[in-house]
Every structure is written in C-alpha cells, then in structure tokens.
C-alpha cells in the first residue's frame, strides 16, 4: 500500500490569509492525487485532481501542485466558507487518503 | 445533476451480514467505475471497494477482502455492497462515490451516506 502522510494536522488561519497544506506518499505517484474538502456532517467534495486539476466550479482561490511523492493544496486567500477539513488522496495504486488538516479560525 | 443515494445502513450484531444499496441518476452509469468509501466517526476516509464500469473488474481493501462484495446492476443504475462477517470496526459511515473520468480511482461525486454500526 501508498502510505500518505499530511502536514500541518490542525492550521489555524484567518480570513484573507494564505493557506498550504502538504501531503507526501510513501512512494512515487506522478501526479495521481486528489484533494477533497469535508464539512462536519457533510460527505466530501472533490477540489483538485491529478495534482493540479481544478474540478468543475471550485473557486480559483484553491490551487494544487506537487508530483512524485510531495504535494500541495495553497488556499489564496481564505474565505469563511473554506474552514473545514482537507484530505489528499492517492490513486495510482488501490487509493489511500491522507489523516486530513482541519483548518479552523485563530 | 448526479445524484448518488445510499440506502440499507443500521445497527447489527458482530459476524452478521448487512447489503448497502446505491441508486444512481444523473450521468451514463454504464460508463464509469463506482466505489464505497467509508468513515469511522471522527475518523479519516478509507476506501473499501471498486467496480470498473463495463469490464467489471472489482477490487478491496485488505481489510475487507474475502468479507465484502461490491457489485452493480446496470439496468437498475444501482451499486450494492454486501457485507458478512461483520466487524465492530466495520462500524462507519458508507458513501457511494463515483469515479472519476478516464475508469481513474479519484471520487467526483459522493452520496450522503448511510451509518452501519456493528455493535451487540
């Protein structure tokens, strides 16, 4: 199995700041990962795929870059409706996800 | 608009069986690949089962295999999970997702999900 690993685990920001998430695999994967973005009590939603990918009608302020074994999810500037928490997703091989970043108002 | 709804969840005894269900609208359901992916309760996703779209090639988690069997029925645009031998941590919320263009295994569309919680 690709082991996925995130960083920060919590990020504290506020409103208008720049935010970037890490994940890193285990191994190789090019550029097949995903990042989804999770509301309590809500499923997830698909943001970015193939590491830079924007899926259809996310917000440009999302961004994604990275291949090989280190990525990341750059937020441009944070807006109210963006405190949730983020995963990243494998899928070269069987997919694995990543623990998840909460980010939350400081 | 995709629409994905799951259904059959509850609560059940350890080593039992329980069938989710899936019923899909919207998009060509013959033409993409569908998926289970599950959450714990405060817990992080793990995905637990695929099926292509036409071939029907499947494929598990090792933490299911030999327990679960995903499958789908065309004609119903439907996709089932049976699940025996059930496990307290089986216990999770179980979302439907389907599956990105190109048969890839990234998740554009997810349902609610249904809670199966294994517990006597």
Same mark, same amino acid.
Request: with cysteine; proline share 4%.
């Given at each position: 199995?690709?082991?996925?690993?995130?960083?920060?685990?919590?990020?504290?920001?506020?409103?208008?700041?720049?935010?970037? %998430?890490?994940?890193? @695999?285990?191994?190789?994967?090019?550029?097949?990962?995903?990042? /989804?973005?999770?509301?309590?009590?809500? @499923?997830?939603? =698909?943001? %970015? /795929?193939?590491?830079?990918? =924007?899926?259809? +009608?996310?917000?440009?302020?999302?961004? +994604?870059?990275?291949?090989?074994?280190?990525?990341?999810?750059? %937020?441009?500037?944070?807006?109210?409706?963006?405190? @949730?928490? *983020? *995963?990243?997703?494998?899928?070269?091989?069987?997919?694995?996800?990543?623990?998840?970043?909460?980010?939350?108002?400081? | 608009?995709?629409? &994905?709804?799951?259904?059959?969840?509850?609560?059940?005894?350890?080593?039992?069986?329980?069938?989710?269900?899936?019923?899909?609208?919207?998009?060509?359901?013959?033409? !993409?690949?569908?998926?289970?992916?599950?959450?714990?309760?405060?817990?992080?996703?793990?995905?637990?089962?695929?099926?292509?779209?036409? &071939?029907?090639?499947?494929? !598990?988690?090792?933490?299911?295999?030999?327990?679960?069997?995903?499958?789908?029925?065309?004609?119903?645009?439907? &996709?089932?999970?049976?699940?025996?031998? &059930?496990?307290?941590?089986?216990?999770?919320? !179980? !979302?439907?997702?389907?599956?990105?263009?190109?048969?890839?295994?990234?998740?554009?569309?997810?349902?609610?999900?249904?809670?199966?919680?294994?517990?006597?």
């Amino acid at each position: 199995d690709i082991q996925m690993t995130q960083s920060p685990s919590t990020l504290s920001a506020s409103v208008g700041d720049r935010v970037t %998430i890490t994940c890193r @695999a285990s191994q190789s994967i090019t550029g097949w990962l995903a990042w /989804y973005q999770q509301k309590p009590g809500k @499923a997830p939603k =698909l943001l %970015i /795929y193939e590491a830079s990918t =924007l899926e259809s +009608g996310v917000p440009s302020r999302f961004g +994604g870059s990275g291949s090989g074994t280190e990525f990341t999810l750059t %937020i441009s500037s944070l807006q109210p409706d963006d405190f @949730a928490t *983020y *995963y990243c997703q494998q899928y070269k091989m069987y997919p694995t996800f990543g623990p998840g970043t909460k980010v939350d108002l400081k | 608009e995709v629409q &994905l709804v799951e259904s059959g969840g509850g609560l059940v005894q350890p080593g039992r069986s329980l069938r989710l269900s899936c019923a899909a609208s919207g998009f060509n359901f013959d033409d !993409y690949g569908m998926h289970w992916v599950r959450q714990a309760p405060g817990k992080g996703l793990e995905w637990v089962s695929g099926i292509s779209g036409n &071939l029907g090639s499947v494929g !598990y988690a090792d933490s299911v295999k030999g327990r679960f069997t995903i499958s789908r029925d065309h004609a119903k645009k439907s &996709l089932f999970l049976q699940m025996n031998s &059930l496990r307290p941590e089986d216990t999770a919320f !179980y !979302y439907c997702a389907k599956g990105g263009t190109g048969s890839l295994y990234f998740f554009d569309y997810w349902g609610q999900g249904t809670l199966v919680t294994v517990s006597s």
